[in-house]
């Protein structure tokens, strides 16, 4: 499968974004789908996931209640709605997708990986 990320851009602090990770090639259904990011300097952070078919969702504390991962199968698109942005949540921000019913948090348990997109928060 192959993911292309988008959605990435320049927002201020409180405001919201949404981010887009669309896939071909394979129905995205059938995967389990996260988001990661990484700031310059600093390792890839699980950010949220979201299982087969939308099946369970996990995501990691510092978003928890801000940001959503949701998918629509029409489109075979996984979308990670963010809201109350803040500036520690300026990263690059990537999806990935694994062929597994079950969510991960860790970024060697995904096997296919789009490129990134931008997100930066101005304070």
């Known amino acids: 499968v192959q993911l292309q990320a988008s959605g990435g851009g320049l927002v201020q602090a409180g405001g919201s974004l949404r981010l887009s990770c669309a896939a071909s090639?394979?129905?995205?259904?059938?995967?389990?789908v996260g988001w990661f990011r990484q700031a310059p300097g600093k390792e890839r952070e699980f950010v949220a996931a979201?299982?087969?078919?939308?099946?369970?969702?996990d995501y990691t504390d510092s978003v928890k209640g801000r940001f959503t991962i949701s998918r629509d199968s029409a489109k075979n698109t996984v979308y990670l709605q963010m809201n109350s942005l803040k500036p520690e949540d300026t990263a690059l921000y990537y999806c990935?997708?694994?062929?597994?019913?079950?969510?991960?948090?860790?970024?060697?348990?995904?096997?296919?990986w789009g490129q990134g997109t931008q997100v930066t928060v101005s304070s």
């Open positions: 990935a997708a694994r062929r597994t019913y079950f969510t991960a948090s860790r970024t060697r348990d995904y096997d296919y």
């Open positions: 979201i299982g087969w078919g939308g099946n369970g969702t």
């Open positions: 090639g394979r129905i995205l259904s059938w995967y389990a």
